[in-house]
């Protein structure tokens, strides 16, 4: 089982990040798919969920309107467009996988926000 999440990287206030989570090892569309993301000295939280047929969002209070989830289960992967970043979305990002009581997670991808 692999998640592999890219597009991380150094961004302006105000800027826009597409994070990508590539997958590989299961049965992606049978899972519910998750962005959380951990910043320094800070638990992981969850910033996004998908459902596994991708009618279905969620979304943290700080990120909503701002952040959209979407997945292509074609191409087994899950997207976390980020919009109107701040700098207090500066964190690496974790890719999840859900089913039952299997879950799997990525390596993290970092997101900066600062001038």
């Known amino acids: 089982v692999q998640l592999v999440e890219s597009g991380g990287g150094l961004v302006q206030p105000g800027g826009s990040l597409r994070l990508s989570c590539a997958a590989s090892?299961?049965?992606?569309?049978?899972?519910?798919m998750s962005w959380y993301c951990q910043a320094p000295g800070k638990e992981r939280e969850l910033v996004a969920a998908?459902?596994?047929?991708?009618?279905?969002?969620n979304y943290a209070d700080s990120v909503k309107g701002r952040f959209t989830i979407s997945r292509d289960n074609a191409k087994n992967t899950v997207y976390l467009q980020m919009n109107s970043l701040k700098p207090e979305d500066t964190a690496v990002y974790y890719c999840?996988?859900?089913?039952?009581?299997?879950?799997?997670w990525g390596q993290g991808t970092q997101v900066t926000v600062s001038s």
């Open positions: 998908i459902s596994s047929a991708g009618g279905s969002t």
């Open positions: 999840n996988a859900a089913r039952n009581s299997r879950y799997y």
């Open positions: 090892g299961f049965t992606f569309s049978s899972y519910v």
